[in-house]
């Protein structure tokens, strides 16, 4: 079949076993520890009993009875691996192109393209061995199709530079061939189906004047000559035959079909796009047609519904739907055909349809890539209160981008709501809602220009529902719904850039000053870096404390550094959702190296604003209230805790992880055992409560605030060996950490030796 395709984005899964093709000498090797080819493979081992692995990203390039043959890109260059059905073992080909027959026999080749392999090798990837090789360019001809395990179809080149169709045969050393006769003089662009049935279906170009003919002719092998020809419409058309029918598809969705015993010929406009071809298939009398392309689009706002790879009987009319999107289509030995495609119920894949016992076609899943057809809801990404005034958008993961989304924000107090239809596939290049890895979302800002609910900027409770609508049909919609409270001018705990995210400060041995910027991954349920560690500057050598403290008057995070005279500084960060842009240093006050410990970014006093606290050389807790004023960022300090904090080698302010009344405290004592102290909403806590031991192994523990965008703040902790965790807050003060998840932040090069 010359079956159209459409190419998926992204690389090839990891190659999991190589198979050394060498095509001069002919010899299969196989390294250790990969899967060889068997000698033999019986009939019985192309059926499983359930779909094997399909890489994701993997094109359609043949398949047989044993096994099935894709390509990929990798490194810009085309890796083509063979799964085999019975056990999905994969071999990959060491050759720049391959080509199908319609059978397990492979063809591969050198050059770019299988016309300008010269030299081709054919191999029967269910019995093994050693590939058969033909060399065309002594005969002057090029490869047109391989028919069988030692047959290929190639257009020869006259003397008088008219082009010929032959069938060469290598038979042990003896090199034969045959002209296949019919074939027009002057027939040129010489293509052909995989043979089914003894035919082969060849497509060429014949001049007539000054205009070009696009011409079918049906081929006999056994007797090499054409046994009919068929006109056709379209110069770039796809074909495919079958022992009753044979159908082509030309531009603009044209699908023509001949009855080969009548010549009666039919044709069926779909109405496509200029220039768009249909996807074809034969099975008996069963004409089969979907217009081509991938789940997720091709990445050029392309909202085209697809039409579903239909099969439709040319004797009753009847038609059945087999899978609801096909990418390509390839056929198969003993009346079957593969589609790369994907339906709702099994999934994106390989399918193999067949006829059924009463004569209808049916699919099967043989492969799957374990993505979902149906459009899912993946998760949402609102901080936890939401802050009005922020750049951080509201956020939404679905399973593939080009859907439209109808999404409603309704404040619950007044019923004020906003509406608006987001086109996500069709802005994808440039859309102010699309943020990438199928996330989409909006800013208050967004909301605020269409809607005078959103320039009320209300706080309190809101509701958000979406519907999203696949826009290439494929699947039915999804609805989600939830809410966030809102508030305006928040303190973030931990964010720098403000854009949805902590960052976390880290210093190295030479004194320069880097921020982290992190994301959570939901899959991997821990802290990931968004991008690389940005570079601050160098000289902070010169402070033995660096603190983030929140931000002071609302917005982005701040952080302070203390020298080693005991002077304390605020650098003023301001973030845009983008980049943190850092203020020159301003001086607090002198003093402050009478503490051993400081932490802030939490609000103990439950007044919105974040405080800093501090332990003194005689083990005394103090407090400086937030004034959320750069100018003056705290108040007057208050004693808080008399004496025994002395004890504590490392104390963090986390945020209210224990679900009381305000923010919390973590103090780790000598031996590394980690007491939390929970917050009254005054500045002042409850008796401590052991959380557990062995805290020692972290040189920093680090309040960040809610990572991963649950209403919890979390914590981050790093150790001496370039090890690092993330604990996220459960809320509850019996047990207020989950489980920790290794984080692959800061774990790199080079070791930091303070990290807030």
Same mark, same amino acid.
């Given at each position: 079949?010359?079956?159209?395709?459409?190419?998926?984005?992204? #690389?090839?899964? *990891?190659?999991?076993?190589?198979?050394?093709?060498?095509?001069?000498?002919?010899?299969?090797?196989?390294?250790?520890?990969?899967?060889?080819?068997?000698?033999?493979?019986?009939?019985? *081992?192309?059926?499983?009993?359930?779909?094997?692995?399909?890489?994701?990203?993997?094109?359609?390039?043949?398949?047989?009875?044993?096994?099935?043959?894709?390509?990929?890109?990798?490194?810009?260059?085309?890796?083509?691996?063979?799964?085999?059905?019975?056990?999905? *073992?994969?071999?990959?080909?060491?050759?720049?192109?391959?080509?199908?027959?319609?059978?397990?026999?492979?063809?591969?080749?050198?050059?770019?393209?299988?016309?300008?392999?010269? #030299?081709?090798?054919?191999?029967?990837?269910?019995?093994?061995?050693?590939?058969?090789?033909?060399?065309?360019?002594?005969?002057?001809?090029? !490869?047109?199709?391989?028919?069988?395990?030692?047959?290929? /179809?190639?257009?020869?080149?006259?003397?008088?530079?008219?082009?010929?169709?032959?069938?060469?045969?290598?038979?042990?050393? *003896?090199?034969?061939?045959?002209?296949?006769?019919?074939?027009?003089?002057?027939?040129?662009?010489?293509?052909?189906?995989?043979?089914?049935?003894?035919?082969?279906?060849?497509?060429?170009?014949?001049?007539?004047?000054?205009?070009?003919?696009?011409?079918?002719?049906?081929?006999?092998?056994?007797?090499?000559?054409?046994?009919?020809?068929?006109?056709?419409? $379209?110069?770039?058309?796809?074909?495919?035959?079958?022992?009753?029918?044979?159908?082509?598809?030309?531009?603009?969705?044209? !699908?023509?079909?001949?009855?080969?015993?009548?010549?009666?010929?039919?044709?069926?406009?779909?109405?496509?796009?200029?220039?768009?071809?249909?996807?074809?298939?034969?099975?008996?009398?069963?004409?089969?047609?979907? &217009?081509?392309?991938?789940?997720?689009?091709?990445?050029?706002?392309?909202?085209?519904?697809?039409?579903?790879?239909?099969?439709?009987?040319?004797?009753?009319?009847?038609?059945?739907?087999?899978?609801?999107?096909?990418?390509?289509?390839?056929?198969?030995?003993?009346?079957?055909?593969?589609?790369?495609?994907? %339906?709702?119920?099994?999934?994106?894949?390989?399918?193999? #349809?067949?006829?059924?016992?009463?004569?209808?076609?049916?699919?099967?899943?043989?492969?799957?890539?374990?993505?979902?057809?149906?459009?899912?809801?993946?998760?949402?990404?609102?901080?936890?209160?939401?802050?009005?005034?922020?750049?951080?958008?509201?956020?939404?993961?679905?399973?593939?981008?080009?859907?439209?989304?109808?999404?409603?924000?309704?404040?619950? @107090?007044?019923?004020?709501?906003?509406?608006?239809?987001?086109? /996500?596939?069709?802005?994808?290049?440039?859309?102010?809602?699309?943020?990438?890895?199928? &996330?989409?979302?909006?800013?208050?800002?967004?909301?605020?220009?269409?809607?005078?609910?959103?320039?009320?900027?209300?706080?309190?409770?809101?509701?958000?529902?979406?519907?999203?609508?696949?826009?290439?049909?494929?699947?039915?919609?999804?609805?989600?719904?939830?809410?966030?409270?809102?508030?305006?001018?928040?303190?973030?705990?931990?964010? /720098?850039?403000?854009?949805?995210?902590?960052?976390?400060? $880290?210093?190295?041995?030479?004194?320069?000053?880097?921020?982290?910027?992190?994301?959570?991954? @939901?899959?991997?349920?821990?802290?990931?870096?968004?991008?690389?560690?940005?570079?601050?500057?160098?000289?902070?050598?010169?402070?033995?404390?660096?603190?983030?403290?929140?931000?002071?008057?609302?917005?982005?995070?701040?952080?302070?550094?203390?020298?080693?005279?005991?002077?304390?500084?605020?650098?003023?960060?301001?973030?845009?959702?983008?980049?943190?842009?850092?203020?020159?240093?301003?001086?607090?006050?002198?003093?402050?190296?009478? !503490?051993?410990?400081?932490?802030?970014?939490?609000?103990? &006093?439950?007044?919105?604003?974040?405080?800093?606290?501090?332990?003194?050389?005689?083990?005394?807790?103090?407090?400086?209230?937030?004034?959320?004023?750069?100018?003056?960022?705290?108040?007057?300090?208050?004693?808080?805790?008399?004496?025994?904090?002395?004890?504590? %080698?490392?104390?963090?302010?986390?945020?209210?992880?224990?679900?009381?009344?305000?923010?919390?405290?973590?103090?780790?004592?000598?031996?590394?055992?980690?007491?939390?102290? /929970?917050?009254?909403?005054?500045?002042?806590?409850?008796?401590?409560?052991?959380?557990?031991?062995?805290?020692?192994?972290?040189?920093?523990?680090?309040?960040?605030?809610?990572? %991963?965008?649950?209403?919890?703040?979390?914590?981050?902790?790093?150790?001496?060996?370039?090890?690092?965790?993330?604990?996220?807050?459960?809320?509850?003060?019996?047990?207020?950490?989950?489980?920790?998840?290794?984080?692959?932040?800061?774990?790199?090069?080079?070791?930091?030796?303070?990290?807030?």
């Amino acid at each position: 079949m010359i079956s159209a395709s459409t190419p998926r984005r992204g #690389v090839s899964a *990891a190659i999991t076993t190589v198979l050394a093709i060498t095509l001069g000498a002919g010899v299969l090797s196989s390294p250790a520890g990969a899967a060889p080819l068997p000698a033999a493979v019986t009939a019985e *081992a192309g059926t499983q009993t359930a779909p094997v692995p399909y890489p994701e990203y993997g094109i359609l390039t043949a398949a047989g009875k044993t096994g099935f043959l894709t390509h990929s890109w990798v490194g810009g260059k085309r890796v083509y691996q063979w799964t085999r059905f019975a056990d999905g *073992a994969v071999t990959t080909l060491d050759a720049p192109v391959a080509d199908a027959s319609g059978t397990d026999v492979i063809m591969t080749g050198k050059g770019s393209s299988p016309r300008r392999s010269l #030299v081709v090798q054919l191999h029967d990837m269910a019995a093994g061995g050693t590939p058969v090789t033909i060399d065309l360019a002594p005969l002057n001809g090029v !490869y047109v199709r391989a028919v069988s395990k030692n047959t290929v /179809l190639a257009e020869m080149t006259r003397a008088d530079g008219t082009g010929e169709l032959r069938l060469v045969t290598r038979t042990g050393d *003896a090199v034969t061939q045959r002209p296949v006769e019919g074939i027009p003089a002057g027939a040129t662009g010489i293509v052909s189906t995989p043979a089914r049935d003894g035919s082969a279906l060849v497509r060429y170009s014949l001049k007539s004047g000054t205009a070009w003919q696009t011409e079918y002719a049906v081929v006999d092998l056994a007797a090499a000559e054409v046994v009919s020809t068929h006109p056709a419409s $379209a110069s770039n058309s796809t074909g495919a035959l079958s022992a009753t029918h044979l159908a082509w598809s030309g531009m603009e969705g044209k !699908y023509s079909t001949v009855d080969r015993a009548t010549g009666v010929e039919t044709e069926t406009d779909f109405h496509l796009y200029d220039g768009e071809a249909m996807a074809v298939g034969l099975l008996g009398s069963w004409a089969m047609y979907g &217009t081509p392309g991938t789940l997720e689009g091709n990445g050029e706002g392309d909202t085209r519904p697809l039409i579903p790879f239909t099969a439709k009987s040319l004797t009753s009319g009847e038609t059945v739907k087999l899978v609801d999107y096909v990418e390509s289509v390839q056929p198969g030995p003993d009346n079957t055909l593969y589609v790369r495609g994907g %339906n709702v119920d099994g999934g994106d894949g390989l399918y193999r #349809v067949s006829l059924g016992a009463d004569g209808r076609p049916t699919a099967e899943a043989v492969a799957t890539t374990g993505v979902p057809v149906k459009l899912l809801h993946l998760g949402t990404q609102i901080p936890q209160p939401f802050d009005l005034a922020s750049p951080i958008p509201l956020k939404w993961k679905l399973s593939r981008e080009n859907a439209d989304v109808d999404l409603r924000i309704t404040h619950r @107090a007044t019923g004020k709501s906003f509406s608006k239809t987001l086109h /996500l596939y069709s802005e994808s290049a440039g859309s102010e809602y699309y943020y990438g890895d199928d &996330t989409f979302g909006i800013t208050w800002a967004q909301v605020a220009a269409d809607s005078q609910m959103g320039k009320d900027a209300a706080v309190g409770a809101y509701d958000w529902s979406f519907t999203a609508r696949p826009q290439n049909g494929v699947g039915p919609a999804v609805e989600a719904s939830g809410s966030f409270t809102a508030v305006k001018n928040a303190s973030s705990a931990h964010d /720098l850039d403000w854009d949805g995210g902590p960052d976390l400060l $880290a210093r190295d041995a030479q004194g320069v000053l880097w921020r982290a910027d992190t994301e959570y991954d @939901a899959t991997k349920k821990t802290l990931v870096q968004s991008y690389s560690v940005n570079r601050i500057g160098s000289g902070w050598g010169i402070y033995d404390r660096i603190e983030t403290i929140g931000g002071v008057g609302g917005g982005a995070a701040d952080f302070v550094a203390r020298d080693k005279s005991g002077v304390l500084w605020l650098y003023d960060v301001t973030g845009n959702g983008y980049a943190a842009k850092i203020a020159a240093r301003k001086q607090i006050g002198g003093g402050w190296n009478t !503490y051993t410990q400081l932490t802030g970014g939490a609000d103990l &006093t439950g007044d919105g604003h974040p405080d800093l606290v501090g332990v003194d050389k005689a083990g005394a807790l103090w407090l400086y209230k937030g004034t959320g004023k750069v100018a003056a960022p705290f108040a007057a300090r208050k004693k808080i805790g008399t004496g025994g904090w002395g004890i504590y %080698n490392q104390i963090t302010a986390t945020g209210n992880i224990g679900g009381a009344a305000a923010g919390d405290l973590i103090a780790r004592d000598k031996d590394g055992v980690l007491w939390l102290y /929970l917050g009254k909403g005054d500045g002042t806590f409850v008796a401590r409560k052991q959380i557990g031991g062995g805290w020692g192994a972290y040189t920093d523990t680090v309040g960040i605030g809610d990572a %991963n965008h649950d209403g919890r703040p979390d914590l981050f902790a790093y150790g001496p060996n370039k090890t690092a965790y993330f604990y996220p807050g459960t809320g509850d003060y019996r047990k207020p950490f989950g489980t920790r998840a290794a984080t692959p932040l800061l774990t790199g090069l080079p070791a930091y030796n303070h990290v807030s």
